[in-house]
């Protein structure tokens, strides 16, 4: 492994961008309406994506890097290491991607996967409907078979991304006789398909990064199915296990931001090196060691892994304390700015102030999407904990 450490450590060394070491730019979700306002962004995707490591543990074949997750770990500390920004990011690597190497053929692994590693492609989801949010396999988007073709009809809401992404795989139900769980099948579909209409929906942070996505009489080959027909609930329960291991922030590599204790500081006061306030000092301690023992939770589970070994119910359990821990930091952060945290616009207020209140905002939605914190907490007594109902 010394050795896989070293040569990470000067290729990366070699290879990244000053700029983006120092924060400027960053990671992309890539795709055909990507666009750079650094250019050494695009210069690290494309040099990433040819050493195989925007998807490191991927095989080489459909575009990886074929590392062990040893391996993989090592990467991300070299990163860390230097300040590098994941080179790319987004639903194709964390969701779609690994749920196609489980489920789906050598043909869709090599037409799908090699686009996604190289940031060609940016992907959607299409779970939620307007009637089918926590009880997804009430879904009731139709997918009739028409000759080679699958004849799509419904919407789906709440599709994170949408604007920008150039393909969606959703759960659509094609055997209106079965029961809901076993009706339902999953399909994948460029979004410049006839009959696709994409409408954002404005966030209570200003934002518009969810969608409504309507389909009308939208064709789609049968070649695009994952899966046997009807096997939709099994792949897309899989895949919502890749979703919540990435929102509870299981591996990735992040870049060093900004911590609590240097806003406390800049905003509460600094007395010999410490937090001037002891009740602020407090809370930042408990919330760092939260993080902490959070931290390496995620790391002792991720070397007990194999390499080709799925995520289990324990993603839920990462998905829970992950993103309500993010909400905590959040609200402890708001705490700290005071009045500054009011910011929105102006003057009156820097990027990061106005950039800390959207992100306190957004934070709420943490204990909604990918599954609602009350789901993950009856996901963890059944399965993890094996209470009785």
Known sequence: MMEFRLEAREWLTANCPDSLRRGLGGYTAGGRKATYGNPDTKLWLDRMAERGWTAP????????????????????EEMRRINAPAALTGHGLTMIGPAIIEFGNDAQCREHLPPIARGEIRWCQGYSEPGAGSDLAGLMMRAEEDGDDYVVNGSKIWTSGAVGADWIFCLVRTDF????????SFLVLDMETPGVTVTPIELISGASEFCQTFFDDVRV???NLIGQP?????????????ERSSIGGRGGTRQRAKTIDEWAK???????????DPAVRDAVTE????????????????????????PSFLSSMFKLYGTEQNMRRNDLLMSILGTQGLGWAG?????????S???WLRSKANSIEGGTSEIQRNIIAKRVLGLPD
């Not at 003057?347 to 950039?355: I, K, P």
């Open 221 to 223: 080959p049968k070649r």
């Open 57 to 76: 543990t991927w095989p080489k074949e459909y575009g990886g890097g074929g590392l062990t997750n040893a391996e993989n770990m090592i990467l991300d």
């Open 347 to 355: 003057d009156g207020f820097t990027g990061a102030e106005r950039g």
């Open 177 to 184: 006789e079965a029961s809901k769980h076993e009706g339902i």
């Open 357 to 359: 209140t959207r992100g």
């Open 230 to 242: 009807g096997q939709g609930w099994t792949v897309g329960k899989r895949l919502l296990q890749y």
């Open 287 to 310: 919330q760092r060691i939260g993080d902490d023992a959070y931290q390496l939770t995620i790391r002792r589970s991720f070397e007990e892994a194999t390499s080709s070994q799925a």
């Open 266 to 276: 800049e905003y509460v006061g600094e007395a010999d090196g410490q937090i001037a």
